[in-house]
């Protein structure tokens, strides 16, 4: 089992930055890669961006590219999404979640963590 959990969630301004953070532990060796993904109030949980553990491939929705960067830390066990340019479209949970099955982007991961509230304000 792998258990995740994220941090760094909170109320910004539109155009403000913020940095999410998602801890793993437990099976850490057996993740191939590393999601984020968010919901917002009444709509369905979206697909954000993506990273092979240990570093190498990224992918990212056309929604936040260019604004949004994924990046890891393996020392660490931590993934991160650093959010620049933030939108009031972006207010969402923010959701933390990983892959064993050898595919960088997936909408069904193994594992998942318990979420942090991003609200940004106009």
């Known amino acids: 089992q792998v258990q995740l959990a994220e941090s760094g969630g909170r109320l910004v301004q539109a155009g403000g930055s913020l940095r999410l953070s998602c801890a793993a532990s437990?099976?850490?060796?057996?993740?191939?890669?590393m999601q984020w993904f968010r919901q917002a109030p009444g709509k369905e949980r979206e697909f954000v961006a993506a990273?092979?553990?240990?570093?190498?491939?990224?992918y990212y929705a056309d929604s936040v590219k260019g604004r949004f960067t994924i990046s890891g830390d393996n020392a660490k066990n931590t993934v991160y999404l650093q959010m620049n340019g933030l939108k009031p479209e972006d207010t969402a949970v923010y959701y933390c979640a990983a892959d064993r099955h050898g595919v960088l982007v997936t909408t069904t991961p193994d594992y998942w963590g318990q979420g942090t509230q991003v609200t940004v304000s106009s």
């Open positions: 437990g099976r850490t060796f057996s993740i191939y890669s």
């Open positions: 990273i092979r553990w240990g570093g190498g491939s990224r």
